[in-house]
């Protein structure tokens, strides 16, 4: 992969008229107050031309600051600009987050970007297009309704036209944004809806420059750096001179306990590494807590206690009650490309191309770690190899950042290894739930109790002691204190509170400030184990009500969009109240509503169990979903399949593994994932489209459903409820024996 394109406001000018990309992020106080709220990012950044832009030359460009992490969403854009502004889809290009080109929209996560930046680029084109409608009829001196748009152009009644490119020479679009659109009505949609196949994937399948790991400049350097042994281990010695003359060594960088070699070619940088890990000697101090003892390390951790929810009436109580403890492990990202990134430092100004899911944070812990202005700082987003959350990402750019400060006008390329994604980056963290519940005569749920025991899910990146480098230097970054995420959206407490209608109901949230792992965001945060939770305690109370699980959900849901999914799911699944299904086979059920705000999901399962070994594997998978008005039902698809093959992995396989000193999952044998001949041999999903309701994340959606559906499966096929992940092999055999 080349260096990507570089545009800046005097290219574009020189060019001759255009729109020009700019950003106003904030209007006056007054102003503020009275406005009403502008639709999705645009809120932040109100400018259209800050997310449309249209050249003389006739060239479309549409900008969003989020990070395509393998989404899709760069095709949904891409096709949202081009149904609005009614040109061929092919006839623009969407730009992806870059501090010097595309607005801050923050990170890209928790299934935000249809819905805060999708949102702006709808409205931003309806506006765009209305605005370029009303200067050809000023021109053509013919009403605006009597006018028609198609292939990027205007056309009047008598067949004259004016390009979009001749209409915005006086850059009429750097105007803001209004509250409301003029959006089309879906029913005349021809790019929004249709399948249109995803624009990032022909370079992924035939072996194209696709990713980070990619890049090659021209004069690029490699560099590899030598992690820690452990945590809070410092380093004590580390004679580098033989290693400062092995063949194609460049130079080693050293600040206090960042340490890293770089050379000509990559092979040369990983040899040195290897030299340069043996020479340092290190003094190691971290205890870690016993790991079998995981639950009850968590609990009896200082924690901060909330109660997030409270529901009273004192007329309903129970008659059968049931309680139940469900524990997570912390699980890595898994990352199947370990992180990259690339750094050129050239005239005080520092380039990172990196696959951060936040260009504008990770920018200014990077300004700040090497103590440099923001504004001499760009960071440039491109795809990474199968990254999503915060994984080394972030990292990898800081050690990118600082290893080029010392290599002025070389690029430089950080590559991590293998072991070394495995054992430093943030894990998703470990949780405990504890559930108890109890049933009137009739059976329904007359009073639930929810406790959840987690950290933040987030230590992202926004000052320098998030960055691994900077807490390594000689002049080190203390990490910041975790915080808990505001509900509505949670981190921890993500999905505690049921989307259930219950008459009595308390949801605890105990936050814990300090983990003994390295943790932060791993996708649907605190959701994935909750939604395990709530969903397999149902299906254990509707098995104490002697009710059929998906009628019992039923039972409890007042939300009619949930319900049309819960009854599709099962509809499709060909689901009925006491089916037998074949010897050593279960059905399961699961469903929820990302953060009780996001798209709705509902998924039934098939499982087979093999009783001689306890391997479990997931035989097939019907999901039903509703993330609102469809843009690309390909991309809707995509997401809810890859969540499904990704939450089997999480629930059947994984966990970081770690004795008192050390973390030891640092590959695929100690840290096993799902493998090809355990994917399902079928994944169905169908999408209940909203025409003309707004745009519902999907990305993050079906984690914990399928988590659950699985469990409760398993639970079907062998009589067995397990409680806590991973659902191992070994887990589901000793349930059996017992």
């Not at 988590?707 to 409760?712: D, G, I, Q, R, Y």
Request: charge should be neutral; aromatic fraction near 6%.
């Amino acid at each position: 992969m080349t260096a990507p394109v570089v545009l800046d406001r005097r290219s574009v000018l020189a060019g001759g008229g255009a729109l020009i990309v700019s950003f106003s992020l904030r209007r006056a106080a007054a102003q503020e107050q009275k406005d009403p709220e502008l639709p999705g990012s645009l809120a932040k950044t109100p400018n259209l031309d800050s997310w449309i832009r249209i050249d003389a030359d006739g060239q479309i460009t549409a900008f969003t600051g989020k990070a395509e992490l393998g989404q899709g969403f760069r095709t949904a854009f891409q096709q949202i600009a081009a149904e609005q502004l009614d040109i061929p889809f092919d006839a623009l290009k969407v730009i992806t987050a870059d501090t010097k080109l595309t607005a801050n929209e923050g990170y890209t996560s928790g299934s935000h970007s249809m819905q805060d930046s999708g949102t702006a680029i709808l409205h931003a084109a309806a506006q765009a297009h209305a605005l370029l409608v009303a200067e050809a009829a000023k021109r053509f001196e013919v009403p605006p309704d009597k006018l028609r748009t198609e292939n990027a152009a205007v056309i009047a009644p008598d067949g004259r036209r004016l390009s979009y490119g001749e209409l915005v020479a006086a850059d009429m679009l750097h105007v803001q944004a209004q509250p409301t659109s003029g959006l089309k009505d879906p029913a005349s949609f021809k790019v929004m809806g249709q399948p249109v196949p995803r624009v990032d994937i022909p370079a992924k399948v035939t072996g194209g420059a696709a990713y980070v790991q990619d890049m090659r400049l021209p004069g690029m350097v490699h560099a590899r750096v030598v992690r820690p042994p452990s945590y809070g281990a410092q380093l004590a010695e580390c004679d580098t001179a033989a290693i400062e003359k092995m063949p194609g060594v460049i130079g080693i960088v050293r600040d206090g306990n960042f340490l890293a070699v770089v050379a000509e070619k990559e092979f040369s940088a990983v040899k040195a590494m290897h030299a340069l890990s043996a020479a340092a000697k290190w003094r190691e101090s971290t205890k870690l807590p016993n790991q079998q003892d995981l639950a009850n390390v968590l609990t009896a951790l200082p924690s901060q206690d909330f109660a997030i929810f409270q529901r009273n009436d004192p007329s309903v109580s129970g008659v059968r009650s049931l309680e139940a403890t469900y524990t997570r492990p912390y699980q890595s990202h898994g990352s199947i490309g370990p992180s990259c990134a690339v750094a050129q430092f050239v005239d005080g100004a520092m380039t990172v191309w990196t696959h951060t899911q936040g260009v504008y944070p990770d920018r200014q812990a990077i300004a700040e770690m090497l103590g440099m202005p923001q504004s001499s700082v760009r960071l440039i987003h491109v795809e990474g190899s199968g990254c999503y959350g915060h994984n080394g990402a972030d990292d990898a750019a800081a050690d990118a950042a600082l290893i080029a400060r010392a290599l002025p006008g070389r690029p430089v390329r950080v590559q991590w290894m293998r072991e070394q994604e495995h054992g430093w980056e943030p894990y998703g963290p470990a949780m405990v739930t504890k559930l108890s519940a109890s049933l009137d005569g009739s059976g329904k749920i007359a009073d639930w109790n929810f406790a959840v025991w987690s950290n933040t899910h987030s230590m992202r990146p926004g000052g320098a002691g998030s960055l691994l480098a900077a807490q390594h230097m000689a002049r080190s970054f203390a990490v910041p204190a975790p915080k808990p995420l505001p509900l509505p959206e949670g981190g921890g407490d993500r999905n505690a509170i049921p989307i259930y209608n219950f008459p009595n109901a308390h949801v605890m949230h105990h936050f814990i400030p300090a983990m003994p792992l390295r943790i932060s965001a791993m996708r649907a945060l605190g959701a994935y184990h909750n939604v395990f939770s709530i969903e397999s305690f149902m299906d254990e109370l509707a098995g104490l009500a002697g009710t059929d699980p998906v009628a019992f959900r039923l039972n409890h849901l007042d939300d009619a969009r949930g319900r049309a999914v819960v009854e599709k799911a099962a509809g499709e699944f060909g689901w009925m109240h006491g089916q037998k299904p074949p010897q050593n086979r279960g059905y399961g059920f699961a469903f929820a509503r990302y953060k009780n705000l996001a798209a709705y999901c509902a998924i039934a399962t098939e499982v087979e169990v093999d009783p001689e070994t306890g391997r479990a594997r997931l035989v097939r998978a019907v999901a039903a979903v509703d993330a609102g008005q469809v843009v690309n039902p390909d991309g809707i698809t995509n997401q809810i399949e890859g969540a499904i093959v990704q939450s089997v992995s999480w629930t059947l396989y994984e966990s970081v593994t770690f004795d008192q000193a050390r973390i030891t999952s640092i590959d695929w044998q100690t840290y096993p994932i799902l493998r090809f001949d355990a994917v399902p041999d079928s994944i169905a999903v169908h999408i209940i489209n909203r025409p003309g309701q707004p745009f519902l994340g999907s990305g993050e959606t079906g984690q914990g459903p399928a988590a659950a559906s699985l469990a409760n499966a398993i639970a079907h096929a062998t009589g067995k409820r397990l409680r806590d992940l991973p659902l191992s092999r070994k887990r589901i055999k000793d349930a059996i024996d017992a």
